[in-house]
C-alpha cells in the first residue's frame, strides 16, 4: 500500500495522516478541505453536489442551491386549505377556561393574595408609575442615568414618605420619584428598612 497520493485538483503530492484507516485512505482523493471544496461540481439533480475536478466558480452563477425540502420558499403561497384565514376569531377568544378558573385550577389556594400585593399591582400604581417616569424624563433623580442603548439600567419609582406607613400619600404624585434599582437600595425606607 502506497502512503502518497497525488491531489485530483492541485496536482500536488500528499502523504496518508496517521489518523487515516485503510478503507479512508483508499477514498482519499484531495490533499486539503480546500481542495476538495473546489472539487465539487453542482449537477442539478436532486442531491446537489457529486465529486468532480471542474472549478467551483465556473458555470455556478445564478445556480439555486435550495433543494425545497428544508427552506420556505419565498413568494409561494401554501395550500388554500391550510392557509390560515384572515378575520377568523378563535373560539377561546375572550372566554376563561372554566375548567382551570378560580377554584376549579389545581393551584389554587383559597384567595390568598394579599392586600399590599393587590395595591402593587393594581392599575392605579401601573398609571401612577408611567406618570412618574414620563414626568421625570425617564432618568434618575439622584444619578441622572436614563434608558439609552447600551446602558440597561433598570428604573424604579420610590416613595420618600413610605408606602407602608403613609396610606394616604401612597397614589400621590408629589410623593414619588424616578430612581434607578442601584439609587433605590441606597435609601433609607428601601425594603424593609421602615
Same mark, same amino acid.
Given at each position: 500500500m502506497t502512503h502518497t497520493k497525488q491531489c485530483e485538483v492541485?496536482?500536488?503530492?500528499?502523504?496518508?495522516k496517521i489518523n487515516y484507516s485503510k478503507k479512508y485512505w483508499a477514498k482519499a482523493k484531495f490533499c486539503s478541505r480546500e481542495c476538495q471544496i473546489k472539487g465539487r461540481v453542482y449537477t442539478g439533480e436532486r442531491g446537489g453536489f457529486k465529486k468532480g475536478i471542474v472549478p467551483w *466558480?465556473?458555470?455556478m452563477k445564478g445556480v439555486n442551491f435550495n433543494t425545497g425540502r428544508t427552506h420556505f420558499k419565498k413568494g409561494k403561497h #401554501? =395550500? #388554500?386549505?391550510?392557509?390560515?384565514?384572515?378575520? *377568523?376569531? #378563535?373560539? =377561546?377568544?375572550?372566554?376563561?377556561?372554566?375548567y382551570a378558573t378560580g377554584e376549579n385550577n389545581p393551584n389554587w389556594k383559597g384567595r390568598i393574595t394579599s392586600e399590599h400585593q393587590k395595591l402593587r399591582h393594581s392599575p392605579e400604581m401601573k398609571e401612577l408609575r408611567a406618570k412618574t417616569f414620563k414626568r421625570d424624563k425617564y432618568s434618575c433623580k439622584l444619578c441622572g442615568r436614563k434608558r439609552i442603548p447600551g446602558d440597561r439600567v433598570i428604573l424604579e419609582i420610590h416613595h420618600i414618605k413610605p408606602f407602608a406607613t403613609h396610606k394616604e400619600l401612597r397614589f400621590n404624585e408629589? *410623593?414619588?420619584?424616578?430612581?434607578?434599582?442601584?439609587c433605590h437600595r441606597k435609601t433609607e425606607t428601601y425594603g424593609k428598612n421602615v
Open positions: 492541485c496536482g500536488k503530492n500528499f502523504e496518508k *466558480n465556473k458555470g #401554501p =395550500s #388554500p386549505k391550510t392557509e390560515f384565514k384572515k378575520g *377568523n376569531i #378563535p373560539w =377561546s377568544k375572550g372566554k376563561k377556561l372554566l408629589d *410623593n414619588v420619584i424616578t430612581l434607578c434599582a442601584e
